[in-house]
């Protein structure tokens, strides 16, 4: 059974930092690309962070680049998006995902709320 469980999420004051980790099991982590994407309360899920299954390619949208990294630890099956000078419109739940044949799996996300 896939699952993927993000953490990492909290509050945090604008130009702060936090990092997000999304644990993942019942898949061989190693053989698929992992993407994070986000959700604002009123808006469509955009991905927000790829990254190719030996970690050597990652793409970002304008909105965070420059300011997310994604990464991934394949010997722990956890991918990570560490965020640096987080704006208010970072604010959003952050969901992990894999692509794997049987299809499309999401973790439950984690909130993270940027505000002072």
């Known amino acids: 059974q896939v699952q993927l469980v993000e953490s990492g999420g909290g509050l945090v004051q604008p130009g702060g930092s936090l990092r997000l980790s999304c644990a993942a099991s019942g898949f061989t982590f190693s053989n698929h690309a992992m993407s994070w994407y986000r959700q604002a309360p009123g808006k469509e899920r955009e991905v927000v962070a790829v990254?190719?299954?030996?970690?050597?390619?990652?793409n970002y949208p304008d909105s965070v680049k420059g300011r997310f990294t994604i990464s991934r630890d394949n010997g722990k099956n956890t991918v990570y998006l560490q965020m640096n000078s987080l704006k208010a419109e970072d604010t959003a739940v952050y969901y992990c995902?894999?692509?794997?044949?049987?299809?499309?799996?999401w973790g439950q996300g984690t909130q993270v709320t940027v505000s002072s």
């Open positions: 995902k894999v692509y794997l044949p049987s299809g499309e799996h």
């Open positions: 990254i190719t299954s030996a970690g050597g390619n990652t």
